[in-house]
């Protein structure tokens, strides 16, 4: 097996996991399938061949070498080590009335902490995704802006239609021959060239800028050089309908198990809190990691996002044992009510990008149709484009203005044309995200064009 298929299907091993009840359980698989320990002096890196889809290859190489996971990984080991601590106090019951309900809170700290983990894989391969998809795109417009700004002798460029503009207007024999261009169209496409040149410099540094940023969602170093492909990914994927990508997501996404499990941990701290005495009595807090994180923070500017909350814990309650308990009561109900706004703001972030993927695909399709229509259109105008017009035929030809704006149209409607397929990929891949992986958009390679088609 090569290491490119090996990497593939430990990605799809991973990442196909639900998070959510009745599996909490199945999240403990999403941690025991942890990447091979690497022997001493031997080297992670990509394959030397490169696979069928580098994406592919990217995505599977930032699961075993982005940092951030590893920081995960060590917490879902800590969490482990600290419920072994627990587990091992075997005298330690006939004093610590509370400890049994300790070990359990403990366990459920563990499934928190693979929570968090998965949440963190499927974020990462979005970003790996998501910046992969930025470098091909600034890479296409890269691409319309060179061939914009080609040779003279091309007639589908800026420069042909300048010299064209400039060899009609002075003639070498000096006599104008079309009365319909003047010194001004010269000028106005000598702007448009300058201007392209700028916009092809930006579309440059955003390859470079999108590349840096593939290497650090990967977890690669500055220096690392990545292959990407000249053309947009096809995808091969039924987006379901918005129920069910809502509710992939309320049975698969970290957060939402994150919430159960906070539920689940404050209801055992009322239990823990009847069985202790004092005034002064320590909680879950100090014993387990619950990694109760709120999801993004709230915007409300031109962009509406509400913010999360997070599950609250002291480390410690104090007061006699109704006064605590009464106290533990009053966590849990913050637990359940951040249950249901997780649950809330889960639904409304997978219904927002169902949404867009509907407004996207549509956009793209119809910007792809009229690019393909306007390149239709300015060579159909180039043909019938004369530059010797008797005066009766000025009115019935293409004019100079119709030719140089139907080549300035069909670029711009391709380069509007590259940004709807850019975003209609993003909003799939975010989709991925969401559902953690119920939905795969299947990116492949763009098959090559045979027969002319």
């Known amino acids: 097996m090569t290491l490119g298929t090996w990497n593939v299907r430990r990605l799809w091993a991973r990442l196909l996991v639900g998070l959510a009840a009745p599996g909490l359980l199945s999240l403990g698989a999403a941690a025991a399938d942890a990447p091979a320990p690497v022997a001493d002096g031997q080297q992670q890196t990509l394959p030397a061949a490169a696979p069928a889809f580098e994406l592919d290859a990217y995505r599977a190489t930032a699961l075993e070498k982005q940092p951030s996971l590893s920081a995960y990984r060590a917490s879902v080991d800590a969490a482990q080590a600290k419920a072994h601590g627990l587990d091992s106090l075997f005298l330690a019951g006939l004093l610590r009335h509370d400890l049994p309900t300790r070990r359990k809170q403990s366990q459920l ?42 040779p003279e002798k091309d007639v589908t460029t800026l420069n042909y239609l300048r010299k064209l503009a400039n060899s009609i207007y002075m003639p070498p024999e ?120 709120p999801i993004p923070q ?36 913050r637990a359940q009510a951040v249950l249901e706004k997780t649950g809330n703001l889960l639904t409304l972030e997978a219904e927002d990008t169902w949404l867009r993927w509907r407004e996207d695909s549509r956009k793209a399709e119809e910007y792809a149709k009229a690019a393909a229509e306007a390149e239709k259109i300015a060579e159909r105008i180039r043909d019938e484009f004369s530059t010797r017009l008797g005066r009766q035929q000025e009115n019935t030809r293409p004019n100079f203005d119709d030719l140089s704006q139907a080549r300035v149209r069909a670029t711009q409607l391709r380069l509007h044309a590259n940004q709807a397929q850019y975003e209609l990929l993003l909003t799939l891949a975010a989709l991925e995200r969401i559902t953690a992986g119920g939905f795969c958009a299947n990116f492949a390679p763009l098959a090559p064009k045979t027969n002319g088609k």
Do not use: C
């Open 109 to 150: 700290g563990i499934l928190a902490a693979q929570a968090q983990l998965n949440k963190a894989e499927w974020d990462t391969v979005y970003s790996v995704t998501r910046t992969y998809l930025s470098a091909v795109y600034a890479s296409k417009q890269l691409q319309v802006a060179d061939k914009a700004l080609g």
């Open 298 to 333: 709230g915007v409300a500017n031109e962009e509406y996002r509400p913010g999360a909350i997070s599950v609250e814990m002291p480390a410690n309650l104090v007061g006699h044992r109704a006064a605590r308990v009464e106290q533990a009561h009053a966590l849990h109900d």
């Open 174 to 293: 000096g006599n104008q021959l079309r009365r319909d261009v003047r010194q001004w169209h010269v000028a106005q496409l000598d702007v448009l060239i300058q201007v392209t040149r700028g916009r092809s410099e930006e579309a440059r540094q955003g390859v470079e800028r999108a590349l840096a940023a593939l290497r650090e969602a990967i977890g690669l170093a500055p220096d690392t050089p990545l292959t990407i492909s000249q053309e947009f990914p096809a995808y091969n994927a039924a987006v379901p309908d918005r129920a069910t990508i809502v509710a992939l997501a309320l049975d698969r996404r970290g957060e939402i198990a994150q919430a159960r499990v906070g539920t689940d941990v404050t209801a055992l701290e009322i239990e823990a809190q009847k069985v202790l005495n004092g005034g002064r009595a320590e909680t879950f807090a100090s014993a387990s990691d619950l990694h109760a994180q």
